[in-house]
């Protein structure tokens, strides 16, 4: 057995790498990706031809994600679902969606010392994972986030797990923040009082889709709820999207939070955690270009209210956010990786900006909504 470069402090991962049998020779783990929660690695393996070969592990965030083996089930249902669904229509389920591969005792997922979940899955080549992308590229991946929705129509949602409980109640991220503030247990509310007023100012926003789903305005359908650019992978010869990624949330849920989400990451021209916000602006003819894929990918499948909800989506997913950010900062940065201090004040100050220009430009995002209708 040759000797498997392991990044430094990660033990771990030979003791999870150990769980698998490769069919080629180990040559080691890098990580791996922009994810703000799991842990991913990228495996690579060197057959004794050829070139190397790459595999995806992942250990699932704890803080995230507190039942990690109801997730797992999840992820199990929703694969399948789509890999028959692939198969009917003459697709490739290796490459247009998610698969596991089983650990050495044939298991979809391996359980280490610590208690935490890892997953592996093989690494689907030929595609590439943006963080901001070109005006075709991101109506490509409103197409297939659209197509994700339309696909899972026919999903027995009763039989998902809710992997993170009131992952978009806005109403509840608020509450939740009010207690994180309340208590201000590392005394870090200072520094960030103009935000938590913005947040303060926009209690009443954050009932609109709540109270629109509970008056049965809103259908709870199945969503991913994490529809960012980087989690669906582009394919490099058509430039369609070709995978929809982290499935880990994905449960019942409201369309237009899974539009709103695309939006919120999407429609600008910054990094989430830009710091002169001279530079964060919403885009509105990149929020036109993803509503026309968006609504081409669902083919007709959202009603009439959920159309003239889509830009309360946008505004919503963009102010929770910008909210659970800040939340995560008052709170000692326990949920969101960050890689230097005040890093989420930074993605909270983006999205309020980003919520702003929203707000100053709400009919025109109606408007173009209509237009597609
Ligand atoms: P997180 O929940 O932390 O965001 P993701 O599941 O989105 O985790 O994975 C992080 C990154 O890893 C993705 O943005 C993508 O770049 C890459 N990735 C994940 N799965 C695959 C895969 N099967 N093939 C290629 N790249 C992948
Ligand atoms: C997280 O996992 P990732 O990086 O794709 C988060 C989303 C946030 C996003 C902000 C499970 O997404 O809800 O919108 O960061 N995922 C989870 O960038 O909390
Ligand atoms: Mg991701």
Known sequence: MCQIHIPEGKGILKEVLGAYL??????????????????????????????????????????????????MENFVGITGYFREKILTQGGDPLRE?????????GKDYYTDANGKVWRLMPFIEDTDCFQSATPELFEASARAFGRFQYMLQGYPAHTLHETIPKFHDTEDRFAKFLKVLEEDKLDRAKNVREEIQFVLSRRQDCSVAMEALRQGKLPLRVTHNDTKLNNILIDRKTGEGICVIDLDTTMPGLSINDFGDSIRFGANHCREDEQDLT?????????????????????????????????WG???????????FLTDYLDGDHYFHTHYPFQNVYRARTQFKLVRDM?????????VVRKYM
């Open 22 to 71: 490769f069919p080629q020779t180990l040559v080691g783990a890098v990580r791996y990706g922009q994810g703000h929660i799991n842990d991913t690695y990228c495996v690579l393996c060197q057959p004794q031809e050829g070139d190397c070969v790459r595999f995806i592990l992942q250990g699932l965030s704890s803080a995230a994600f507190p039942k990690p083996e109801e997730l």
């Open 314 to 324: 946008a505004r919503l997913m963009t102010l929770e956010c910008g909210i659970r």
């Open 359 to 367: 707000e100053e430009q709400f009919d025109q995002m109606h408007q």
């Open 97 to 105: 969606t998610l698969s596991l591969i089983k650990t050495r005792d």
């Open 279 to 311: 530079k964060v602006a919403f885009d509105i003819g990149l929020y036109e270009t993803y509503t026309r894929g968006f609504l081409e990918g669902a083919q007709g499948s959202l009603t009439q209210t959920e159309l003239e909800y889509l830009p």
